[in-house]
């Protein structure tokens, strides 16, 4: 899996826009990125995943540079709520088997403002 | 919305004891995870189960067992509690088909659903 590297926290202003940077900067052609966070005392949530084109759903947006070396999950109107560390990762996709190993790193503690 | 049922959210047991930490999934999910969460450590992957009665060892497999008798539940067995397996243990299940049993793409491999967590105390 390729290494990501998140800033350690950020804040963030109730109703603003949260923005979560990722540096992926050596991923391969088939890793995709995916987004998770976990709410303190929960198991962590699945946000969003992406290839190489932006992504957006229900949660979140997920936009990924051209040559995909950094990727930045946006939350549009970030409430107490979305308080939470955030985690990055970049794996490849795989059909059959179940050697789902998620690494989940040390994240980005989101901490939203009221 | 698939769910991932953890049967306790809170267990304390004494050393020597065996514990069983039950999951159960909705979705007709194919895979099903057991991972322990440590400060400092991350998520790290016990055993999963990518078919009924099929098990394979994660990374840190010893001092526990799994059993998979039913396609919905993945039953995590510690059989002779440790005080170093005091932890949260998360469960896990996933699919490459959609409600429809349409395959996917290989993206949503790696999209797991985690049940709330069972924090594990042995004294």
């Known amino acids: 899996d390729a290494k990501t590297t998140q800033p350690t926290s950020m804040d963030c202003a109730e109703g603003r826009a949260a923005n979560l940077p990722c540096n992926h900067s050596?991923?391969?052609?088939?890793?995709?990125v995916y987004w998770y966070r976990q709410i303190h005392s929960q198991g962590p949530q699945y946000i969003i995943h992406?290839?190489?084109n932006n992504e957006t759903n229900e949660m979140a947006s997920l936009i990924i540079t051209e040559d995909r070396k950094s990727s930045t999950l946006i939350l549009p109107h970030a409430t107490l709520r979305d308080t939470a560390v955030y985690y990055c990762?970049?794996?490849?996709?795989?059909?059959?088997?179940?050697?789902?190993?998620?690494?989940f790193g040390t994240g980005t503690l989101l901490a939203v403002q009221p | 919305d698939v769910k991932v049922t953890q049967s306790s959210r809170y267990l304390v047991k004494r050393t020597g004891e065996k514990v069983f930490l039950e999951c159960v999934q909705d979705?007709?999910?194919?895979?099903m995870f057991w991972y322990r969460q440590d400060p400092g450590l991350g998520l790290r992957l016990i055993y999963f189960?990518?078919?009924?009665?099929?098990?394979e060892k994660g990374d840190i497999p010893e001092g526990y067992s799994v059993s998979r008798e039913k396609k919905e539940r993945f039953s995590l067995i510690l059989e002779s509690a440790s005080t170093n397996q005091t932890s949260m243990y998360l469960c896990a299940s996933s699919s490459l088909r959609n409600p429809l049993g349409q395959l996917m793409t290989s993206g949503w491999a790696n999209v797991l659903t985690f049940g709330a967590g069972s924090r594990l105390t042995v004294l």
């Open positions: 050596t991923i391969s052609g088939n890793e995709y």
């Open positions: 990762i970049a794996r490849p996709g795989l059909y059959g088997g179940a050697t789902n190993k998620l690494i």
């Open positions: 189960s990518y078919d009924v009665k099929m098990k």
């Open positions: 979705m007709d999910h194919e895979n």
């Open positions: 992406g290839l190489k």
